[in-house]
């Protein structure tokens, strides 16, 4: 009996960790819309409702403004939003806006009084300064992503387009056997900054750089916060690098891409008698949709990458054709008769001389193993040091999914 009770209570624990992780993930994506809903005069009117609807998802969330006529939403995830504002008296106040990842938007409204029936749709700019926090920040939009050129398709160069940013360094080969970017932000290290992909840790510490993001048919914006940024980013104390994915809507959308590269495209280097070898294909798809309408949704893509470059040349250090012989004489250090370890004796050749002397070992001592071994995969060379062409070819997947779920519209 008892030990059911703790396999239910385990399993209610975990259920509940699992349910509280995502909340502690999306709070660095997730912004606020907060505002004040005043009268024609000027006086704040409390008891209002204030609604903000998702486009797209039709995802909708409320709340009702204080005494001071104040209102605020809290968590509300990155994207296009409806937002409405009523109360019995006064004509209905309705507004477009955007909201970007650990954005805090700020929307006032001034209703007039007339029929809740009727409603007024204010349109406007939002505002160019961010005045509800002190964090710097710059934000990689969708339409940066979707229009500005990259060769190698890895978002994160589009970093450089940002004041402040600097060196970004971002591979254009994006595998994890790659190195992933790194940037210089107002000077400091390029290792003290960190990434996150919708808000989970997507650092690797041990080349001190981000993981290489998704394609951008998948991204939906980056926002590089610079400084003052709020308690939630902790780990490094550089900038912080937000990368959200985009996810799905009530209507379902994709795309596909190919992105190839060879040496027939390719310039001659000034400097080289002949163009390197290249063959470079990126193709992949990405695409979402609902599950369950206003409620559930899906999205995902996905990315193969295959380079066939040129041969790299590698110089690696072999024994001299002396030293295969056993004359070591040309080392400056001083070679040690080995000692068995069974009789504690030196080794000795058929005639009992020491199988090393003046840097010299005996051929008698040598192993017709190990001599064999060398011939058979250690190339000769009189100098010791010879070049060989390495191929390096590459062949990287790339997949992402994200789905979401909305519970109600007060989660």
Same mark, same amino acid.
Request: charged letters at 15%.
């Given at each position: 009996?008892?030990?059911?009770?703790?396999?239910?209570?385990?399993?209610?624990?975990?259920?509940? !960790?699992?349910?509280?992780?995502?909340?502690?993930?999306? +709070?660095?994506?997730?912004?606020?819309? /907060?505002?004040?809903?005043?009268?024609?005069?000027?006086?704040?009117?409390?008891?209002?409702?204030?609604?903000?609807?998702?486009?797209?998802?039709?995802?909708?969330?409320?709340?009702?403004?204080?005494?001071?006529?104040?209102?605020?939403?809290?968590?509300?995830?990155?994207?296009?939003?409806?937002?409405? +504002?009523?109360?019995?008296?006064?004509?209905?106040?309705?507004?477009?806006?955007?909201?970007?990842?650990?954005?805090?938007?700020?929307?006032?409204?001034?209703?007039?009084?007339?029929?809740?029936?009727?409603?007024?749709?204010?349109?406007?700019?939002?505002?160019?300064?961010?005045?509800?926090?002190?964090?710097?920040?710059?934000?990689?939009?969708?339409?940066?992503?979707?229009?500005?050129?990259?060769?190698?398709?890895?978002?994160?160069?589009?970093?450089?387009?940002?004041?402040?940013?600097?060196?970004?360094?971002?591979?254009?080969?994006?595998?994890? &056997?790659?190195?992933?970017?790194?940037?210089?932000?107002?000077?400091?290290?390029?290792?003290?900054?960190?990434?996150?992909?919708?808000?989970?840790?997507?650092? #690797?510490? /041990?080349?001190?750089?981000?993981?290489?993001?998704?394609?951008?048919?998948?991204?939906?914006?980056?926002?590089?916060?610079?400084?003052?940024?709020? +308690?939630? $980013?902790? #780990?490094? !104390?550089?900038?912080?690098?937000?990368?959200?994915?985009?996810?799905?809507?009530?209507?379902? %959308?994709?795309?596909?891409?190919?992105? %190839?590269?060879?040496?027939?495209?390719?310039?001659?280097? $000034?400097?080289?008698?002949?163009? /390197?070898?290249?063959?470079?294909?990126?193709?992949?798809?990405?695409?979402?949709?609902?599950?369950?309408?206003?409620?559930? $949704?899906?999205?995902?893509?996905?990315?193969?990458?295959?380079?066939? !470059?040129?041969?790299?040349?590698?110089?690696?250090?072999?024994?001299?054709?002396?030293?295969?012989?056993?004359?070591?004489?040309?080392?400056?250090?001083?070679?040690?008769?080995?000692? @068995?370890?069974?009789?504690?004796?030196?080794?000795?050749?058929?005639?009992?001389?020491?199988?090393?002397?003046?840097?010299?070992?005996?051929?008698?001592?040598?192993?017709?193993? !190990?001599?064999?071994?060398? @011939?058979?995969?250690?190339?000769?060379?009189? /100098?010791? &040091?010879?070049?060989?062409?390495?191929?390096?070819?590459?062949?990287?997947? #790339?997949?992402?999914?994200?789905?979401?779920?909305?519970?109600?519209?007060?989660?």
């Amino acid at each position: 009996m008892g030990g059911h009770v703790i396999k239910r209570i385990t399993i209610l624990l975990l259920f509940l !960790a699992a349910l509280g992780t995502p909340l502690v993930i999306e +709070a660095q994506v997730a912004g606020t819309i /907060s505002g004040y809903v005043r009268d024609e005069s000027g006086a704040v009117v409390p008891g209002a409702e204030v609604r903000a609807t998702m486009v797209g998802q039709q995802v909708t969330r409320s709340a009702i403004t204080d005494e001071t006529g104040f209102f605020n939403l809290l968590a509300m995830p990155r994207g296009n939003y409806e937002i409405t +504002a009523q109360l019995t008296g006064f004509l209905t106040q309705q507004t477009k806006a955007e909201l970007t990842a650990g954005e805090n938007l700020r929307v006032d409204f001034r209703m007039n009084l007339g029929q809740l029936s009727e409603t007024v749709v204010v349109t406007g700019t939002a505002a160019l300064v961010e005045t509800r926090s002190a964090t710097m920040s710059g934000l990689v939009d969708d339409r940066r992503v979707q229009e500005l050129p990259l060769n190698g398709r890895n978002v994160v160069e589009l970093a450089s387009t940002l004041p402040g940013i600097t060196d970004v360094s971002a591979s254009r080969e994006m595998a994890s &056997t790659r190195g992933g970017p790194t940037m210089i932000v107002h000077g400091a290290s390029r290792g003290q900054n960190n990434f996150t992909l919708n808000g989970a840790n997507f650092t #690797n510490y /041990s080349q001190t750089a981000g993981f290489n993001p998704p394609p951008p048919d998948a991204v939906q914006e980056i926002r590089v916060q610079t400084s003052t940024f709020s +308690a939630e $980013f902790g #780990n490094n !104390a550089g900038a912080q690098v937000t990368m959200v994915t985009k996810a799905g809507s009530n209507q379902f %959308h994709g795309s596909a891409w190919e992105f %190839h590269r060879n040496d027939a495209l390719n310039a001659r280097n $000034f400097f080289a008698p002949r163009k /390197s070898k290249q063959e470079q294909n990126q193709w992949g798809a990405a695409g979402g949709g609902r599950i369950v309408p206003n409620k559930l $949704f899906f999205f995902g893509s996905y990315q193969k990458l295959t380079n066939r !470059a040129e041969a790299v040349g590698q110089q690696a250090t072999v024994p001299t054709d002396a030293q295969r012989a056993g004359d070591f004489r040309s080392l400056t250090a001083q070679l040690r008769n080995p000692v @068995d370890p069974l009789t504690n004796r030196p080794y000795t050749n058929a005639a009992g001389a020491p199988c090393v002397a003046g840097n010299v070992i005996d051929s008698g001592c040598i192993s017709p193993v !190990a001599r064999a071994y060398l @011939d058979q995969f250690i190339p000769r060379s009189a /100098s010791g &040091t010879v070049v060989k062409l390495v191929p390096s070819p590459l062949d990287a997947y #790339n997949f992402v999914t994200r789905v979401d779920y909305t519970v109600s519209s007060k989660n």
